[in-house]
Antibody, heavy 121, light 110 residues
Framework: QVQLVQSGPEVKKPGASVRISCKAS????????TAWVRQAPGQGLEWMGW????????KTAQNLQDRFTMTTDTSTSTAYMELRSLRSDDTAVYYC??????????????WGQGTLVTVSS | HSVLTQPPSVSAAPGQRVTISCSGS????????VSWYQQLPGTAPKLLIY???QRPSGIPDRFSGSKSGTSATLGIAGLQTGDEAVYYC???????????FGGGTRLTVL
């Protein structure tokens, strides 16, 4: 069965960086893109970007382009995201999700369990 | 403010049918597929509808989706207390070159 398992919670100080992993299993990792979506406490969903595990192409939300990087390791079927220069408003649960579509859309059919990132001095 | 507009809350009695609207524009809903998600408290979102009206395997046919012009609608029939959750619509926005979500609608089953 398809599973996405994310790394554990993080507590970071403002200005630091955070790296989250998302290990996929149960499907051919390189056949799907992986998206990243975050959710601040009590707030809605915010799309961050996606990465093709096939060719490494990425698409990033404009407001994060300077601080956000996505990578994949096809040898371990793992996707990674890194967010730099953390601010308090980056405190959120970060999700990875499998992109089930072949066209640009919000078709995320499997999700990781979420990783809480707390940014606090 | 979200690019896609959803009502903050809806409510209905068990067994009834409820609809949740999602309003956008020609740059998003009008020309792209819409998906719907259910988020139960403390859990990850779950895909309910994709490509406007398609249900993934395992999603009961009590859940339905439709799209007309620049708006989309999620319908939930035969409401159960377990349907209490926040529901989100999402789609691609061609002008923003980004995925956009609605602000979410909290469903209460009275």
């Amino acid at each position: 069965q398809v599973q996405l398992v994310q790394s554990g919670p993080e507590v970071k100080k403002p200005g630091a960086s955070v790296r989250i992993s998302c290990k996929a299993s149960g499907y051919t990792f390189t056949a799907y893109s992986t998206a990243w979506v975050r959710q601040a406490p009590g707030q809605g969903l915010e799309w961050m970007g996606w990465i093709s595990a096939y060719n490494g192409n990425t698409k990033t939300a404009q407001n994060l382009q300077d601080r956000f990087t996505m990578t994949t390791d096809t040898s371990t079927s793992t996707a990674y995201m890194e967010l730099r220069s953390l601010r308090s408003d980056d405190t959120a649960v970060y999700y990875c999700a499998r992109d089930g579509a072949t066209v640009a859309t919000a078709h995320y059919d499997y999700w990781g369990q979420g990783t809480l990132v707390t940014v606090s001095s | 403010h979200s690019v896609l507009t959803q009502p903050p809350s809806v409510s209905a009695a068990p067994g009834q049918r409820v609809t949740i609207s999602c309003s956008g524009s020609s740059s998003n809903i009008g020309n792209n597929y819409v998906s719907w998600y259910q988020q139960l408290p403390g859990t990850a979102p779950k895909l309910l509808i994709y490509e406007n009206s398609q249900r993934p395997s395992g999603i009961p046919d009590r859940f339905s989706g439709s799209k007309s012009g620049t708006s989309a609608t999620l319908g939930i029939a035969g409401l159960q207390t377990g349907d209490e959750a926040v529901y989100y619509c999402g789609t691609w926005d061609t002008s923003l070159s980004a995925v956009v979500f609605g602000g979410g609608t909290r469903l209460t089953v009275l």
